[in-house]
Structure formats: structure tokens, C-alpha cells
């Protein structure tokens, strides 16, 4: 049955509490900013009414107050519970290693014999200094020692003493060891969405910025010189018949290396792979570590593609922020996202902004960085409606006012929080997280790299139940969050939602008391 859209909007209703019973926790965090989505979702499922439904809630609510500190009913309790989309998810990083070893060894390819170099793939044959990665099938230890160059796996315990800097460094090296998505990207795709649906994942917006054409892009940026009227600049750039073939050939890549994993994953046999059911689209990434022109090309170059491709849903911004040019051109990066947005205003945007400790941001004069990002393009800003990570909050200024400005617009956050544990040093006890939520600033937990950070979106939530004050109730609201918050349209947001809130109701159902 078909419902209003306005449903998944509602917001700070004063019945929202019946949806939670009477013998929930009453937590300020969950009680007025943040039931509208739960609300929302229960009138898509049929709604929250009838006394049952109240009842069910509260128990599951108690229940889980119950559980908050025995981790292994806790892990039990979230591996059952929905868990909604993963909205911030690299391509490039939503692998597990060892699926990225069978993937190498298929193809043949070869790795260095030489302990201290950089271990990079390589085209067959294997001889010499080069060893094949199929010999990892059958030796453990060498398979052992792919898993650890290509993941995180043993960086943390390994260094008792831990520099943030290196450890960024050496997880941007796993990136460029593999490299597989560059080389077959619809297979690298069919283990990732396999990955996210065993992950209980239903949705999964994935950035890429996958081209099977790097060269004339690479081309198209070397014959355009720069220019300050970045009106004209883009003028000039559209007129180059490259830059059509380059979005043409894009668009057109995406749609067959998605269709591709789906026959991968057997999603029209008898026996389809559970990635099947997680929906899939992208986010056209590019990062900021580059020369202006070579960013406007390739912003330019986002846009199109988003706009010309119905799987692409939106662009993303990424890339070290303490990078030196990333630094110098912040807010040259950010007029330019917002001069593209009289554009392009159907294109969504989200932005990494603030991925950095408040004392390093403070340090490095990136107080700003979040403001920025969110800021409409008549202030300057990138006008984003989603910004990744967002660790940096009490660097700003006027960390309050900044978060009144997101809950006021509707800006969400993508919070990775073993992400920013294992590359910022900031656990769950003190991030930002709560005061993002007490602040009324729409949330959604995500797991940025999955594949070499060996996490899982369920891990996120276990992390952020961490904090006594986040309840079930606001557990359930940042599920919904990730799709409310998703770049979907507005006719999949709901059906998803619907889904959602089914499977809420079956899950509230459980005897718990019994479990």
C-alpha cells in the first residue's frame, strides 16, 4: 500500500514518545530531536497505535538496557536487529583481503619476493622476484602476510606507540597494493555487496572513482589551463568533446560493471548470492589532494556523470585534509562545489570535512572545515547535504551555532567511529557522536573501509552503544537515518523505509525475556 511521503519527514512530534511504551528509558537524546524518523517509520509499517505495538517497543527497549554491558547478548541482539544502509562506504576499501587474495589468484597475478618493498600486484607471468598470490591458497603464512599488508589487521597491536600520521600513511598504502577495483571492478563490486548483505546491510551508496577511461581523463586535464572565472572555466571545459566521451563511457561502465555483478552473484538463478537483495548505487569520487584545474575537471567531471547516470546518486569529496594542498586550496574547493550548484542543483553532495582531532585541526588553522562544507554557496561553502566524519566539531568556533545551522537544513553526519578509532586515535567515549544527536543533527552510523579495517556496520552500533546515554531508540532512529538521509529518491526511500519497518516489527516481536 502506497504512503504519503511526507511520512519519513516528520519531525519532533509530540506522540513520538507513545512509540517507545512506558517502561523505556526516557533519554533526553531520544525523547524530542530524534523519534520523528521512528515515528515515521511506524506509520509506514502501519503504525505505532495500538497498545501491542507500544508494548513491543518498550520491552525491546528494556531488554536492551539489560544487555548494554554483556558483550556477547549485545553482539546476539544487534546481529538480529535491522541496521538499515551504509551511506559513507569506499569501493575501494569494502573488500576483505582474503577476497581480494581469491580475486588475484583467479587472474594469475604476482606479488614481490622482496620483503621491503611495496607490495603491489603484477601482471603474470611470476618469475624471479615476483611469487604468484595463488601460492596463498595453500600457505598459510604467506596468506597471513597479504592479510596483513593489505589491511589493518595488525597495524594497531603491532604499535604500542602509536603515530596518527603513519597510521593514515600505511592505510592509504592498502589502497594502492591491491589496487583490484581499478582492474576488475564488477567482481571487486560482487564481493562487496556480498560483504554488506552478510553485514545485514539493505542499502549500500558506495563511492568510486572508477573511469575505464583514466587516460583521456588524465588528457583532458593536461590540455585545460586554469582560469579565475570558473563560470567560464566550466564553459570551456564542456565544450571539449572529451569530457562527453569521458561521462559517456563512465556512465555507461558503471551501469555494465553493476549488471556484470549481478551475474557474478547468480542474482537471477536458482540460488542467488544475499548480495542481491542490498540495493546498490554510487557516489562519483574524486579527492583534493590535486592542482586547482585538475579539481575542477574532475568536480566538473562528478557532476556530469551524476547527472547524466541514474545509478550515480550523488559525488563525494575525499582525501587527507592535512595534506599541504588540501590545506592551501580548502576554501577555494569549497567555491568551487558551490558555484557548480546553480548548476547542478538535482546533484547531491557530500563532503569529508573534519576527519581530524580537534587539537590537529586547531593546529593546522582547519577550525573551519565542517562550517565550510555545509555553508551555502553565498557563505563560501559546498552547500553539502551529508558530510563524512565530521570528528573536528569543537575545533569550530561556535561548535553550538554550527550544529543549529545542520539541524536546521537538514545536514547529516556520516559517523565512522571504528574508522576514527583506528586512524584518529578517538574511540566512542568522547566523540563528537552524542553531541551531534543531542544537538538534533540528523546521524548515520557507517563503516567507511570495511575490507582492510576488518569492520562491519553492526560493529558500529555495538561501538556507539558504548554511551549509556544512546538507547534503543536511538539505535532504531539511526537506522532509519541511513535511509531518510540516503540519496535516493523519494519513491525508494519509501519503499525501503516500508522494508524497514517491517522487519522492526518482526524484530520487536521477539520474546526477549526469554532469549
Known amino acids: 500500500?502506497?504512503?504519503?511521503?511526507?511520512?519519513?519527514?516528520?519531525?519532533?512530534?509530540?506522540?513520538?514518545?507513545?512509540?517507545?511504551?512506558?517502561?523505556?528509558?526516557?533519554?533526553?537524546?531520544?525523547?524530542?530531536?530524534?523519534?520523528?524518523?521512528?515515528?515515521?517509520?511506524?506509520?509506514?509499517?502501519?503504525?505505532?497505535?495500538?497498545?501491542?505495538?507500544?508494548?513491543?517497543?518498550?520491552?525491546?527497549?528494556?531488554?536492551?538496557?539489560?544487555?548494554?554491558?554483556?558483550?556477547?547478548?549485545?553482539?546476539?541482539?544487534?546481529?538480529?536487529?535491522?541496521?538499515?544502509?551504509?551511506?559513507?562506504?569506499?569501493?575501494?576499501?569494502?573488500?576483505?583481503?582474503?577476497?581480494?587474495?581469491?580475486?588475484?589468484?583467479?587472474?594469475?597475478?604476482?606479488?614481490?619476493?622482496?620483503?621491503?618493498?611495496?607490495?603491489?600486484?603484477?601482471?603474470?607471468?611470476?618469475?624471479?622476484?615476483?611469487?604468484?598470490?595463488?601460492?596463498?591458497?595453500?600457505?598459510?603464512?604467506?596468506?597471513?602476510?597479504?592479510?596483513?599488508?593489505?589491511?589493518?589487521?595488525?597495524?594497531?597491536?603491532?604499535?604500542?606507540?602509536?603515530?596518527?600520521?603513519?597510521?593514515?600513511?600505511?592505510?592509504?598504502?592498502?589502497?594502492?597494493?591491491?589496487?583490484?577495483?581499478?582492474?576488475?571492478?564488477?567482481?571487486?563490486?560482487?564481493?562487496?555487496?556480498?560483504?554488506?548483505?552478510?553485514?545485514?546491510?539493505?542499502?549500500?551508496?558506495?563511492?568510486?572513482?572508477?573511469?575505464?577511461?583514466?587516460?583521456?581523463?588524465?588528457?583532458?586535464?593536461?590540455?585545460?589551463?586554469?582560469?579565475?572565472?570558473?563560470?567560464?572555466?566550466?564553459?570551456?571545459?564542456?565544450?571539449?568533446?572529451?569530457l562527453g566521451e569521458i561521462r559517456d563511457r563512465t556512465v555507461e561502465a558503471l551501469s555494465r560493471e553493476l549488471a556484470r555483478s549481478d551475474q557474478i552473484l547468480r542474482c537471477s538463478g536458482e540460488h542467488p548470492d544475499s548480495g542481491c537483495d542490498?540495493?546498490?548505487?554510487?557516489?562519483?569520487?574524486?579527492?583534493?589532494?590535486?592542482?586547482?584545474?585538475?579539481?575542477?575537471?574532475?568536480?566538473?567531471?562528478?557532476?556530469?556523470?551524476?547527472?547524466?547516470?541514474?545509478?550515480?546518486?550523488?559525488?563525494?569529496?575525499?582525501?587527507?585534509?592535512?595534506?599541504?594542498?588540501?590545506?592551501?586550496d580548502y576554501e577555494l574547493h569549497m567555491k568551487m562545489f558551490g558555484e557548480m550548484a546553480a548548476f547542478y542543483p538535482e546533484v547531491k553532495r557530500t563532503l569529508h570535512a573534519g576527519e581530524m582531532t580537534v587539537a590537529l585541526a586547531s593546529l593546522l588553522g582547519a577550525e573551519r572545515h565542517i562550517a565550510l562544507a555545509v555553508a551555502p554557496a553565498v557563505g563560501g561553502g559546498a552547500a553539502a547535504q551529508r558530510v563524512g566524519h565530521a570528528v573536528a566539531l569543537n575545533a569550530d568556533p561556535d561548535p553550538t551555532r554550527l550544529m543549529a545551522q545542520m539541524r536546521q537544513r537538514g545536514v547529516a553526519v556520516e559517523i565512522n567511529l571504528e574508522s576514527n578509532r583506528q586512524l584518529l586515535g578517538v574511540g566512542p567515549i568522547g566523540h563528537p557522536l552524542l553531541e551531534y544527536l543531542s544537538a538534533g543533527v540528523p546521524v548515520v552510523l557507517c563503516t567507511d573501509d570495511p575490507g582492510p579495517m576488518f569492520s562491519d556496520l553492526q560493529q558500529q552500533f555495538a561501538l556507539a552503544a558504548r554511551n549509556d546515554e544512546v538507547s534503543y531508540p536511538t539505535l532504531k532512529t539511526l537506522s532509519l537515518n541511513s535511509i531518510t538521509y540516503s540519496f535516493l529518491p523519494a519513491s525508494d526511500k519509501q519503499r525501503l523505509l516500508g522494508r524497514l519497518g517491517e522487519r522492526f516489527q518482526e524484530f520487536e516481536a521477539t520474546r526477549w525475556a526469554s532469549s
Open 278 to 328: 542490498t540495493l546498490v548505487r554510487f557516489q562519483q569520487l574524486f579527492v583534493r589532494t590535486v592542482d586547482p584545474t585538475s579539481f575542477f575537471v574532475r568536480l566538473l567531471l562528478a557532476y556530469e556523470i551524476a547527472q547524466a547516470s541514474p545509478i550515480v546518486v550523488g559525488i563525494n569529496l575525499a582525501g587527507p585534509e592535512t595534506h599541504p594542498v588540501s590545506l592551501s
Open 1 to 242: 500500500m502506497a504512503r504519503a511521503p511526507w511520512t519519513v519527514l516528520l519531525l519532533q512530534s509530540d506522540t513520538s514518545a507513545d512509540c517507545v511504551g512506558s517502561g523505556a528509558p526516557r533519554r533526553r537524546v531520544d525523547m524530542i530531536r530524534l523519534l520523528g524518523t521512528v515515528l515515521a517509520v511506524a506509520v509506514l509499517a502501519g503504525g505505532c497505535g495500538g497498545r501491542a505495538a507500544r508494548d513491543a517497543t518498550g520491552a525491546t527497549a528494556a531488554y536492551f538496557e539489560s544487555i548494554r554491558d554483556d558483550p556477547v547478548r549485545l553482539d546476539q541482539f544487534l546481529d538480529r536487529m535491522p541496521l538499515g544502509g551504509d551511506l559513507h562506504h569506499h569501493m575501494s576499501g569494502g573488500v576483505r583481503p582474503a577476497a581480494l587474495i581469491r580475486l588475484a589468484a583467479e587472474d594469475g597475478l604476482c606479488l614481490p619476493t622482496d620483503q621491503e618493498s611495496v607490495w603491489i600486484l603484477r601482471a603474470p607471468p611470476c618469475t624471479g622476484d615476483t611469487r604468484p598470490v595463488a601460492a596463498a591458497l595453500d600457505d598459510g603464512a604467506f596468506h597471513r602476510e597479504i592479510e596483513r599488508r593489505w589491511s589493518m589487521l595488525d597495524y594497531l597491536s603491532d604499535n604500542t606507540s602509536i603515530d596518527r600520521n603513519q597510521a593514515n600513511d600505511y592505510f592509504f598504502t592498502t589502497f594502492e597494493q591491491s589496487g583490484l577495483a581499478r582492474r576488475d571492478f564488477g567482481r571487486v563490486l560482487a564481493a562487496a555487496r556480498s560483504l554488506a548483505a552478510q553485514q545485514g546491510v539493505v542499502y549500500l551508496e558506495t563511492s568510486t572513482g572508477y573511469t575505464p577511461v583514466p587516460e583521456a581523463r588524465a588528457r583532458l586535464i593536461a590540455s585545460v589551463g586554469w582560469d579565475d572565472n570558473l563560470a567560464e572555466l566550466r564553459e570551456t571545459i564542456l565544450a571539449r568533446p572529451a
